[in-house]
């Protein structure tokens, strides 16, 4: 059984597009997170929430807003792409502790 | 507010060769260290952790690490690497709070 699933695991779109990109843990956590990886594999952390309660907000553009329906599932849509937006993300999960994360397989990010 | 450096951004080295991943971090509180691997088109996976007890941590596939406060280093070591091992490496850190911090990543190549 996949234990952090994403959904697409490939997104390519043209600037100005809108997506959304899903996550979803079967792990039972209640803390989920997402990075962004660039193409040199700096991992940057975005968005953190706990019991769906947003605990990290790291300085990323306003143009990207994670929602948190349930604490098994951490969405995150981004308006108006732009080309630095291309990157690989990451949903993670932890359980409350936040010691060890375990990471989905990642949605690649291609903005024409 | 906890960082990481991770000294090399990539070592090559030859199968079955020893090798040493260096990774430095600074804090001003107690933390949590790990070393998760990255293998192609994936995302993390925890490799090994120190959160407290044996300063030496092993992993099931062979590698080591060793915390050593006064050096604020927790170096990942196998003694003998394989093809297999190829991947990107990261290490990373956690003090209070939710946020882990992770390094830049380093890049290990293992060629035959």
């Known amino acids: 059984d996949t234990a952090v699933s994403q959904t697409p695991k490939y997104l390519v779109t043209q600037m100005g597009n809108d997506k959304s990109i899903k996550c979803e843990q079967n792990?039972?956590?209640?803390?989920m997170y997402w990075y962004k990886q660039d193409s040199k594999k700096f991992l940057k952390i975005m968005f953190s929430?706990?019991?769906?309660?947003?605990?990290i907000n790291e300085t990323v553009p306003n143009r990207f807003s994670p929602k948190s329906p349930d604490k098994a599932h951490l969405n995150l849509h981004i308006n108006s792409l732009e080309l630095g937006d291309s990157a690989v993300y990451f949903c993670?999960?932890?359980?409350?502790?936040?010691?060890?994360?375990?990471f989905g397989p990642g949605t690649r990010l291609l903005v024409l | 507010a906890q960082s990481v450096t991770q000294l090399d951004s990539q070592v090559p080295v030859f199968e079955e060769a020893p090798v040493e991943l260096r990774c430095n971090y600074s804090?001003?509180?107690?933390?949590?260290l790990f070393w998760y691997v990255q293998y192609p088109n994936q995302g993390l996976q925890l490799l090994l952790k120190?959160?407290?007890?044996?300063?030496l941590v092993e992993s099931i596939n062979g590698f080591e690490a060793e915390f050593n406060k006064s050096q604020t280093s927790f170096h990942l070591r196998k003694p003998s690497v394989h093809i297999s091992d190829t991947a990107e490496y990261f290490c990373?850190?956690?003090?209070?709070?939710?946020?882990?911090?992770f390094g830049a990543g380093t890049r290990l190549f293992v060629k035959a």
């Open positions: 792990l039972g956590h209640d803390t």
């Open positions: 120190y959160l407290s007890g044996s300063t």
């Open positions: 990373a850190v956690k003090g209070e709070g939710f946020k882990t911090i």
């Open positions: 993670a999960s932890s359980s409350s502790g936040g010691e060890t994360q375990y």
């Open positions: 804090s001003s509180v107690s933390v949590y």
């Open positions: 929430y706990n019991n769906k309660e947003l605990i």
